[in-house]
C-alpha cells in the first residue's frame, strides 16, 4: 500500500510539474493556434497528444537514461530503470551522478535566468531587487558553473563533464526559445506566411524544446522511465485542454510562473546535492512541488479577487 501511495504521489506531482512548467508553452501555443484554420487546429490537438506524449516525453527520458548507461543497450535501458537485478541497479546507481548533477545545473540555470533577466510579477521579496541586477547574471551563472565543477572533479570526473553538459544544454535551448519568440511575433503580427503544417511543426519543435525543462526535473522524482512516462504524459494532456480551452483564464493567475521557477530551484538543488551523495527522501520532490504551486496559486486568486473586486 505504501508503494502504491508513493508512487501515486510522484505521478500527481510529476504531472503537476508539467502543467505549471509548460504554461508558457500553452500560451505560445494558444497565440499559434489563433492563427491557423479550424482544420489545422484539430490536426494539431490530435497529433501533438500523441507527439508530445509518447514521442517526446516518452523517448527523451529513455535516451538520457541510455546515453548515460551505454553499456544496458537502448532496449536493456528501459527496462533497467525497475529491474530487481543487482547489477542492473549497481549500473544504475553508478551513472545516476552523472545525470542528476547535469540536469540540476540546467535546472538551477533556468532559474537564475529567469531570477535575473525575465520580465515577471513580483511574488516574494527580493525578486524586484535581483531582476534590477540582470547584468550580474552570468557572472553568477558562471560562478556557479566554476563552482559545481570544481566540486564534481574531485569526486568524479564524468560527473563534472555531466555538469558542463547541463550548462551547455541550458544554453541551447535557451537560444531555441528565444527565437521562437521572434518567430511567434512575427506570425502574429502577419508577416510570417506559414503553412498550418509548417505552423504545426513549428509547435511541435517548440514544445519538444520546452519539455526539457519538465523531463530533466523529472528525474528529481524518480528513475523509473514508466512512471515518468504516465506523470509527463497526463501533464502534457492537461496542458493541450488548457491551450484550446482555459488559457487565458489561466494567464490571469500571475505568480503561476512563480510557482513553477521555485520549484525548479528545489528540484535542481535536490538533484545537485543526491548527486553529491546526499540522499533526499523520495517523496521530498513532489511535496515540495504541491507546497510551492499550491502557495503561488493561492496568492495569484487573491490577488486576481481583488483585481475583480476593483473592477
Not at 501511495?5 to 510529476?14: C, E, H, N, R
Amino acid at each position: 500500500m505504501v508503494d502504491i501511495l508513493s508512487l501515486a504521489l510522484i505521478v500527481f506531482g510529476l504531472a503537476l510539474f508539467e502543467i505549471i512548467i509548460s504554461v508558457d508553452n500553452a500560451i505560445i501555443n494558444a497565440e499559434v493556434l489563433g492563427t491557423m484554420s479550424p482544420k489545422g487546429r484539430k490536426w494539431f490537438m490530435l497529433w501533438g497528444i500523441l507527439i508530445a506524449v509518447f514521442l517526446v516525453r516518452g523517448l527523451l527520458p529513455w535516451l538520457i537514461v541510455w546515453g548515460s548507461n551505454p553499456s544496458l543497450g537502448f532496449l536493456g535501458s528501459f527496462s533497467a530503470s525497475f529491474s530487481s537485478d543487482p547489477k542492473i541497479k549497481e549500473v544504475i546507481e553508478g551513472s545516476a551522478p552523472i545525470l542528476l548533477v547535469g540536469g540540476g545545473a540546467f535546472l538551477v540555470l533556468l532559474f537564475f535566468h529567469w531570477l535575473f533577466l525575465e520580465p515577471k510579477h513580483y511574488g516574494i521579496k527580493g525578486e524586484e531587487f535581483f531582476h534590477k541586477q540582470g547584468v550580474w547574471f552570468f557572472a553568477v551563472a558562471s560562478v556557479f558553473l566554476s563552482l559545481l565543477v570544481w566540486k564534481a572533479v574531485q569526486i568524479r570526473p564524468w560527473m563534472a563533464f555531466g555538469a558542463v553538459v547541463g550548462s551547455t544544454a541550458f544554453f541551447i535551448t535557451h537560444g531555441f526559445k528565444e527565437n521562437a519568440e521572434q518567430a511567434e511575433k512575427q506570425m502574429l503580427e502577419g508577416g510570417n506566411n506559414m503553412s498550418d503544417l509548417s505552423k504545426i511543426f513549428y509547435l511541435e519543435v517548440i514544445d519538444a524544446t520546452f519539455s526539457i525543462d519538465g523531463i530533466l526535473g523529472a528525474f528529481a522524482f524518480t528513475f523509473i522511465l514508466p512512471v515518468i512516462l504516465i506523470g509527463n504524459g497526463l501533464g502534457a494532456i492537461v496542458v493541450r485542454q488548457l491551450t484550446i480551452g482555459n488559457i487565458e483564464r489561466v494567464k490571469k493567475y500571475k505568480f503561476l510562473k512563480n510557482g513553477a521557477m521555485y520549484s525548479i530551484l528545489i528540484l535542481g538543488s535536490i538533484m545537485i546535492l543526491d548527486s553529491f551523495g546526499m540522499h533526499i527522501p523520495e517523496f521530498l520532490s513532489p511535496v515540495a512541488t504541491f507546497a510551492i504551486v499550491g502557495y503561488f496559486f493561492w496568492r495569484s486568486a487573491k490577488a486576481l479577487k481583488g483585481d475583480e473586486a476593483a473592477h
